[in-house]
């Protein structure tokens, strides 16, 4: 079993950054992917980021590429999601998951995280 807990969501203007943090315990070692998806009210859970265990190889969705930066933080087992120029279309809850398969889909995650939310202001 894989627990994950996020933090770091928050309300911010448009244009602004935030830092989540998503911090993995249990068997993380059967863990092939960590990643980061969002649901906004109403919508469906979406893919965000991700990061693949075996060589660091990150995913984005392409609504975040160029604006989202996924990475390894220094504690272990710890997988950030840095989120600079945000808009109020990423306004959603984030939950932070993990798959023992290399997958983008929410369905062949295993592991979730209690979402942290973030909201962007115009």
């Known amino acids: 079993q894989v627990q994950l807990v996020e933090s770091g969501g928050g309300l911010v203007q448009a244009g602004d950054s935030l830092r989540l943090s998503c911090a993995a315990s249990?068997?993380?070692?059967?863990?092939?992917?960590l990643a980061w998806f969002r649901q906004a009210p109403g919508k469906e859970r979406d893919f965000v980021a991700a990061?693949?265990?075996?060589?660091?190889?990150?995913y984005y969705a392409d609504s975040v590429k160029g604006r989202f930066t996924i990475s390894r933080g220094i504690a272990k087992d710890t997988v950030l999601l840095q989120m600079n120029s945000l808009n109020p279309e990423d306004t959603a809850n984030y939950y932070c998951?993990?798959?023992?398969?290399?997958?983008?889909?929410?369905?062949?995650?295993?592991?979730w995280g209690q979402g942290t939310q973030v909201t962007v202001s115009s």
């Open positions: 998951a993990a798959s023992q398969t290399v997958s983008l889909r929410a369905i062949f995650y295993r592991h």
């Open positions: 249990g068997s993380t070692s059967s863990v092939s992917l």
């Open positions: 990061i693949r265990s075996a060589d660091d190889t990150t």
